[in-house]
Every structure is written in structure tokens, then in C-alpha cells.
T-cell receptor, first 116, second 112 residues
Framework: KAGVTQTPRYLIKTRGQQVTLSCSPI?????VSWYQQTPGQGLQFLFE???????NKGNFPGRFSGRQFSNSRSEMNVSTLELGDSALYLC???????????????FGPGTRLTVL | DAKTTQPNSMESNEEEPVHLPCNHS???????IHWYRQLPSQGPEYVIH?????VNNRMASLAIAEDRKSSTLILHRATLRDAAVYYC?????????????WGAGTKLIIKP
């Protein structure tokens, strides 16, 4: 089974631009979560999608948004980029059926975003 | 939201057992305890999880205190490839929509 894939792997943008990152979950997984990882803040939860609906959201400004398609693929968008948005953005998928607390998350390699 | 506390770093010798502690004194009755690790330049990788009973898998063992306020990840025979940051995480209850709440993790250094 193929793992979680994220595209692109590396991205350089300038302040004020917007960016869209893509995540393809493991086949059959319906839950996709997004995380931001920075040296100073560690791993921070952005949001989770399940069956095309946002199920939970972390404490990030409205510039960060996401969506999930019917095939479970997900995208996240960051508008009006700031220098502080430079980070590794990780996507994780999970079966998320039934008692979700028992389900492990499978992470992709991440997209390294640099904002200049 | 329940939080976890872990030592910032630990060192161990290769081929010796490693015990990584985690405190989660505010854990709720429905929170699962998950462990992940992150090798350099990679996304986190699932290691093990449990609720109340001790758990074993091919990678590690998880020992959970009777009051569930702490747990210990046990690597039975550490190798250089086990050098990583280990995260102890509580998988939230239905109230928090099952999101994972990540702490700072423990950087495990393996000495040859």
C-alpha cells in the first residue's frame, strides 16, 4: 500500500503570496489532518477533515484553510504569507472509523515552505 | 486539553534497553496514550498506543501506570536507528474530536 504523499516537497514563496499544498492519504483512509512544525513551536495541529467535512480546527488564523475532496485527497491553503509561516507542513491520514482514539496516524514526509 | 510532560533529552548506549517516561496527570478516562517518533528529516512515525493495559508490538512496549497518570515507552534493545525525537501524545476524547495534542518530545541519543 502506498504511503501518504505530499506535494510539493519544497516551496519558496515571498511575503503576501498565497500557497496551496496537497496531500494524498493512504487508500481507504478517510481522515486527513494537517500540522505545522517549526523549531520554536514544535508540532501544532491545524485542522482535520473527515469525509469532506472539517471535523476539528486548531488555533490558527483564518489565512489557513483547507478542504477535502470526495476521494479523500486534501489541500491546505495559506493566503497572504508571512515570514512566520515558514515551516514544515505535515499531513497525516487515518482510517478514523469507529473509535478514532485507537487509530494511528500515518504521516507524509511534509512540505518545507520557506517564505522570503 | 490534557497535556504531556517528557524530558527534553535522554542518552542511551547501543544494544541496551531504553525507558522513556511521560507524565500525563490530567488524562481523562477516554484518552488513549500514543507514542510517535520522528527521525531526522522525516514525518512522525507511529510507535505504539494503549488505554489501560500494557502493550507490546514489534517496535516497543508501553507500560501504563495503574492510575494512568504516567506511562513509559520501552525500547528493548536500542540501535543507532532508534535515535529520534519521541513524542508521547494523548489522543483526545470525542469532545475534542480525537485530535492529537503534541508535546515537545524527548530527543533520544544513542551512543555506539
Amino acid at each position: 500500500k502506498a504511503g501518504v504523499t505530499q506535494t510539493p516537497r519544497y516551496l519558496i514563496k515571498t511575503r503576501g503570496q498565497q500557497v496551496t499544498l496537497s496531500c494524498s492519504p493512504i487508500s481507504g483512509h478517510r481522515s486527513v489532518s494537517w500540522y505545522q512544525q517549526t523549531p520554536g513551536q514544535g508540532l501544532q495541529f491545524l485542522f482535520e477533515y473527515f469525509s469532506e467535512t472539517q471535523r476539528n480546527k486548531g488555533n490558527f488564523p483564518g489565512r489557513f484553510s483547507g478542504r477535502q475532496f470526495s476521494n479523500s485527497r486534501s489541500e491546505m491553503n495559506v493566503s497572504t504569507l508571512e515570514l512566520g509561516d515558514s515551516a514544515l507542513y505535515l499531513c497525516a491520514s487515518s482510517p478514523a472509523g469507529g473509535l478514532a482514539g485507537v487509530n494511528e496516524q500515518f504521516f507524509g514526509p511534509g512540505t518545507r515552505l520557506t517564505v522570503l | 486539553d490534557a497535556k504531556t510532560t517528557q524530558p527534553n533529552s535522554m542518552e542511551s548506549n547501543e544494544e541496551e534497553p531504553v525507558h522513556l517516561p511521560c507524565n500525563h496527570s490530567t488524562i481523562s478516562g477516554t484518552d488513549y496514550i500514543h507514542w510517535y517518533r520522528q527521525l531526522p528529516s522525516q514525518g512522525p512515525e507511529y510507535v505504539i498506543h494503549g488505554l489501560t493495559s500494557n502493550v507490546n508490538n514489534r517496535m516497543a512496549s508501553l507500560a501504563i501506570a495503574e492510575d494512568r497518570k504516567s506511562s513509559t515507552l520501552i525500547l528493548h534493545r536500542a540501535t543507532l536507528r532508534d535515535a529520534a525525537v519521541y513524542y508521547c501524545i494523548l489522543r483526545g476524547s470525542m469532545d475534542s474530536n480525537y485530535q492529537l495534542i503534541w508535546g515537545a518530545g524527548t530527543k533520544l541519543i544513542i551512543k555506539p
